[in-house]
């Protein structure tokens, strides 16, 4: 007789639920379907060469060390290239104020573990990073949504959210996931007081900072929170904390991430990890660490910008000649996504579900927020798809949602 298990399962596994976008990778694995659906970059820039030679060097000259267990922190040299890059960028850090962890992901999921208890309220964007919200569901998270525009979050009601003191706030500045829009620098600066304000820490979540394909680079908000806050030469120590990924300037294979934060967070962080896996692989920040300090990284994201940004005007092209007229999207600056709107009315799952009879797929809107809206969009990536996938793919989705506006207005 099979035993139940449903009656054993802890209270925070009800508000568990799968990814909806692992769930649709899985109808696009048919090798004939486009898929638009997943986050992927690209496998034909991942710098393979480089990974073999970087992991002979590491096996040949500290073998021994890299597959030996190693501290929570992670590797000083690793974290000390997050230093000196980061300096490039204004943030005035010094190696204690950086933990390494196994993806973005896992980053998020150790905020969720410090700063979130049953019931307490986290002020996100509408929409925001579906890996956010499952990794914060389970803690048991309430959500507080403030709406985003073409040019990012909307400041015109935030002070009175803010005042409702929400445990944090969530921000994804620069080529937002899944909207594709970026918070433009004079709202940045008033985030940053109103968050000050209101004594309201900010996540800062940037795994896209480095894949600018045109505009002007602006600051990230830890910049912004440094430069009014801070004192002097002091370390950081404000009210921002932020985090970047190797998975889109190396590859989501390793698994590899980091968080800047005041040094006592880092501790609560680095104590919640031990729980969790003890470390980050030591052999793949080393690995990660050869590759990078000589300055490869900045001239692999020459590449990607130049692959990810011929894509995105394709795409945006392919739109502009086959989509209605009465359907609008994002034209994002860099990133991976674009954002559609089907005009009210049209729900984007039941136009999946015509897609994926086309051998077409994207991302319905409506799991992006934390609890309704969003049902007339969906998110498109251009990342990882070829330049004839792209064509004919939006031409194909194109004469769907062509068909399913006109059978809507009927209705």
Not at 170 to 189: C, D, I, M
Request: glycine share 8%.
């Amino acid at each position: 007789m099979a035993t139940a298990w449903a009656h054993r399962y802890a209270q925070r596994t009800k508000r568990m639920s799968s990814s909806v976008i692992r769930e649709i990778l899985k109808l696009t694995q048919q090798p004939d379907i486009i898929s638009f659906a997943g986050g992927l970059p690209s496998p034909d820039v991942f710098p393979i060469e480089e990974f073999k030679q970087a992991c002979d060097v590491v096996l040949s000259e500290q073998g021994k060390q890299a597959l030996q267990y190693s501290i929570t922190e992670g590797y000083p040299p690793l974290r000390e290239w997050v230093v000196q890059r980061s300096s490039r960028y204004g943030i005035n850090i010094d190696i204690d104020n950086v933990l390494i962890t196994s993806g973005s992901q896992q980053a998020l999921d150790l905020l969720g573990k410090v700063f979130i208890d049953p019931g307490d309220h986290v002020l996100v964007e509408g929409p925001t990073f579906l890996g956010a919200l499952q990794a914060w569901n389970a803690y048991g998270a309430e959500y507080f949504t403030q709406p985003l525009d073409d040019d990012g979050l909307v400041i015109e009601g935030l002070e009175k959210v803010l005042a409702e003191k929400p445990n944090f706030m969530y921000v994804l500045p620069n080529f937002h996931n899944p909207a594709g829009v970026t918070l433009s620098g004079e709202r940045r600066k008033q985030i940053v007081e109103l968050a000050h304000q209101y004594d309201v820490p900010i996540v800062e979540d940037d795994p896209y900072g480095q894949l600018r394909y045109s505009g002007e680079h602006i600051p990230p908000l830890v910049v912004y929170d440094d430069q009014c806050h801070g004192e002097g030469n002091e370390k950081y120590c404000g009210n921002v904390i932020y985090t970047s990924t190797f998975s889109k300037i190396l590859a989501p294979g390793i698994r590899l991430a980091w968080v800047i934060a005041p040094k006592d967070v880092i501790r609560k962080m680095v104590q919640a990890k031990q729980g969790t896996d003890l470390h980050t692989s030591i052999f793949t920040q080393m690995v990660v660490y050869e590759i990078g300090r000589d300055g490869f990284l900045d001239r692999h994201a020459k590449t990607i910008r130049a692959v990810y940004g011929e894509r995105r005007d394709l795409m945006l092209a392919a739109m502009e000649e086959h989509f209605p007229p009465n359907v609008t999207w994002t034209k994002p600056e860099g990133g991976l996504f674009l954002w559609v709107r089907l005009p009210e009315g049209v729900n984007a799952q039941d136009v999946l579900e015509a897609a994926i009879e086309k051998k077409v797929a994207f991302v319905p809107g409506a799991p992006f927020f934390p609890y309704q809206g969003g049902e007339n969009t969906l998110r498109l990536n251009f990342s990882n798809a070829s330049h004839e996938q792209i064509v004919e793919g939006i031409k194909r989705l194109g004469e769907v949602l062509h068909q399913e506006l006109a059978e809507t207005s009927k209705v």
